[in-house]
């Protein structure tokens, strides 16, 4: 027999459920007594799962876009870990045997890790081909200073020359370049091979990116 003081009664039948809830809600603004939370929307009495719409990641917007340029942050992180497996194969900077191919003192060739490599001296810029594959940074140093031995060049005053540490600088934000840019950048190819010039000279990767991209 229906009971009209139970307003339960009515809702007994599963199906029923939800709308007695709202009823109950709207009835019963503060549900059982006691309750210090009033229910004000059947959706708490509702069990389905978040629409799939609340659940999507958001859109990428412009500052992550930003975020995953290179910065002075993650050249540095790449440069430790290339130091850290990389093995110095030089005691001196004889070691390479680096010699003139040709009478005029333009091309090289030096020997690294019984790896053959060449290397390329015009006025004031020495350029090292597949440089990229040569990331110890004490060898590196005693590589440019062969290579000065033969033909120091001008700084980026064009007064001073440049030393052995600060070309190997230059080095490996060239190598850093060659590990971070994307493998169908031009830029990347060209990083394979450093140019020590003054113009870098002293440049991180990133100023050298950011100059590159303005030009």
Same mark, same amino acid.
């Given at each position: 027999? *229906?009971?009209?003081?139970?307003?339960?009664?009515?809702?007994?039948?599963r199906?029923?459920?939800?709308?007695?809830a709202?009823? =109950?809600a709207?009835?019963?603004?503060?549900?059982?007594?006691?309750?210090?939370h009033?229910?004000?929307s059947?959706?708490?009495?509702? %069990?389905?799962?978040a629409?799939?719409?609340?659940?999507?990641?958001?859109?990428p917007?412009?500052s %992550? *876009?930003?975020?995953?340029?290179?910065?002075?942050?993650?050249?540095?992180?790449?440069?430790?870990?290339?130091?850290?497996?990389?093995?110095?194969?030089?005691?001196?900077?004889?070691?390479?045997? =680096? *010699?003139?191919?040709?009478d005029?003192?333009?091309?090289?060739?030096?020997?690294?890790?019984?790896?053959?490599?060449?290397?390329?001296?015009?006025?004031d810029?020495?350029?090292?081909? %597949?440089?990229?594959?040569?990331?110890?940074?004490?060898?590196?140093?005693?590589?440019?200073? +062969? =290579?000065?031995?033969?033909?120091p060049? *001008?700084?980026?005053?064009?007064?001073?020359?440049?030393?052995?540490?600060?070309?190997?600088?230059?080095?490996?934000?060239?190598?850093?370049?060659?590990?971070?840019?994307?493998? %169908?950048?031009?830029?990347?190819?060209?990083?394979?091979?450093?140019? =020590?010039?003054?113009?870098?000279?002293?440049?991180?990767? +990133?100023?050298m990116?950011?100059?590159?991209?303005?030009?």
């Amino acid at each position: 027999m *229906h009971d009209a003081r139970n307003p339960w009664h009515s809702c007994s039948k599963r199906g029923l459920a939800t709308a007695c809830a709202l009823f =109950l809600a709207l009835q019963f603004p503060c549900g059982l007594a006691g309750c210090s939370h009033p229910i004000t929307s059947v959706e708490s009495f509702d %069990d389905k799962p978040a629409s799939s719409a609340s659940q999507q990641e958001p859109e990428p917007t412009e500052s %992550d *876009h930003l975020e995953s340029q290179p910065t002075e942050s993650t050249q540095s992180e790449t440069q430790s870990e290339g130091q850290e497996q990389s093995t110095s194969l030089l005691t001196s900077s004889a070691d390479i045997g =680096l *010699h003139a191919l040709d009478d005029e003192g333009q091309y090289y060739a030096f020997t690294y890790g019984n790896e053959a490599f060449d290397a390329y001296y015009e006025p004031d810029t020495w350029k090292v081909y %597949d440089s990229y594959k040569i990331t110890n940074h004490d060898d590196i140093v005693l590589i440019c200073q +062969a =290579l000065l031995d033969e033909h120091p060049i *001008h700084g980026s005053d064009m007064e001073s020359f440049r030393d052995a540490q600060d070309m190997a600088y230059e080095w490996q934000q060239h190598n850093i370049a060659f590990e971070l840019l994307p493998v %169908d950048s031009s830029w990347r190819e060209s990083a394979q091979s450093v140019d =020590l010039d003054p113009d870098d000279q002293g440049k991180s990767f +990133a100023e050298m990116y950011a100059s590159r991209r303005n030009t």
